[in-house]
């Protein structure tokens, strides 16, 4: 998972919508792995524009000290300096993870036209499992989302993840 194939932006362009998103969402994995080597619960994050990375993140709030510095407002971050505009119009972003609240609240107040994302959080996303945030009537700006893509994988990923700190718990409390 350490690895990834980058393609050129022309070869990108020349993927399929489908196979352009679980390109995308390949590479927030590679980054939610660089998070769980951080000891961070593992999501990656990226943001595009015209088939082209323009920011990348992965969850970084232990490290930081930070309960914002989740992988969708880090990369955001990165993505306005980057762009030097805090509008990301004409941008996608991926995530690993369904956004919670205040990521999804960031999503609109960057004017993000796409969201992607991988798989569900059941407890806290607030794109699909706990309310259609993103369909509220008072929000100013609307933009696209896709759930789901490599969600499986995904899933797995923080499946494994959580195991793996649950056996190391048990383990240090057996010692």
């Known amino acids: 998972m350490n690895e990834r194939n980058v393609l050129s932006r022309e070869d990108i362009a020349k993927l399929s919508p489908l196979e352009q998103d ?28 015209d088939h082209e990375l323009i920011a990348e993140a992965f969850n970084q709030p232990i ?18 300096q980057t762009v030097e505009n805090y509008r990301l119009s004409d941008c996608t972003l991926y995530v690993s993870l369904e956004p919670c609240s205040m990521c999804a609240g960031a999503l609109v107040h960057s004017r993000v036209s796409r969201l992607v994302f991988g798989a569900t959080e059941p407890k806290a996303g607030v794109i699909e499992s706990q309310g259609e945030f993103l369909n509220s009537p008072f929000l ?36």
């Open 22 to 49: 679980e390109y995308w969402m390949r590479h927030c994995m590679v980054l939610a792995e660089q998070a769980a080597d951080a000891g961070e619960v593992p999501v990656g994050a990226v943001v595009v524009r």
């Open 63 to 80: 490290s930081t000290h930070d309960p914002c510095a989740h992988a969708e407002i880090m990369a955001l971050r990165k993505a306005g």
């Open 140 to 175: 100013n700006h609307h933009l696209e989302w896709q759930g789901g893509v490599l969600a499986k994988e995904t899933s797995a990923q923080l499946s494994d993840f959580f195991k793996r700190r649950r056996a190391q718990k048990k383990a240090n409390k057996a010692t």
